[in-house]
T-cell receptor, first 114, second 113 residues
């Protein structure tokens, strides 16, 4: 398996534009997590899915952020409209079970909003 | 929800010395405690984990200890090498209905040759 695949690797966009980040989890994993990493706040869990169902989205910063998982092999994180303070590295991770097994991270998407 | 505190935020050691990073957690129901290593510009990767039914686990130069009563766990790296330089994150999850993997803020470890 190629591991968790995220795209794009880098994204530079202007304030106000819509941004969509994509993630393909490891085949067979039934849990998927979206994290945001910044120097100030570290690794923050934004939302996680179990069997394609959003379980906890309490980490989503505001209504500008939304996430979907239409099937077991694909998830998106959308920011609309984007703001400079959204600049961060966004990681997707997946695991076999929720909570007590290794989470495998993708390579991340570095988002810069100017 | 779970809160994970990690100390120190930075740690500098000489090659060959030991390094210890400590974490505390708040949810007594948490039962899974992984440690991740993140090299500059790369993704976090699991280096060792421990579950609540054991108190210590070793893997070559790396060991983790868990004290459930005190709700703290620690990472120990012996005979440090320059390639151990990275950011290390502790995490906790699995408590009750809270299955979030909550991370500490990370420790920047620098091993000086």
């Amino acid at each position: 398996d190629a591991g968790v695949i995220q795209s794009p690797r880098h994204e530079v966009t202007e304030m106000g534009q819509e941004v969509t980040l994509r993630c393909k989890p490891i085949s067979g994993h039934n849990s998927l997590f979206w994290y945001r990493q910044t120097m100030m706040r570290g690794l923050e869990l934004l939302i996680y899915f179990n069997n394609n169902v959003p379980i906890d989205d309490s980490g989503m910063p505001e209504d500008r952020f939304s996430a979907k998982m239409p099937n077991a092999s694909f998830s998106t994180l959308k920011i609309q409209p984007s703001e400079p303070r959204d600049s961060a590295v966004y990681f997707c991770a997946s695991s076999w079970e929720t909570g007590d097994t290794e989470a495998f991270f993708g390579q991340g998407t570095r988002l810069t909003v100017v | 929800g779970e809160n994970v505190e990690q100390h120190p935020s930075t740690l500098s050691v000489q090659e060959g010395d030991s390094a210890v990073i400590k974490c505390t957690y708040s949810d007594s129901a948490s039962n899974y405690f992984p440690w991740y290593k993140q090299e500059l510009g790369k993704r976090p990767q699991l280096i060792i984990d421990i579950r609540s039914n054991v108190g210590e686990k070793k893997d070559q130069r790396i060991a983790v200890t868990l004290n459930k009563t005190a709700k703290h766990f620690s990472l120990h790296i012996t005979e440090t090498q320059p390639e151990d330089s990275a950011v290390y994150f502790c995490a906790a999850s699995g408590g009750g209905s809270n299955y979030k993997l909550t991370f500490g803020k990370g420790t920047l470890l620098t091993v000086n040759p």
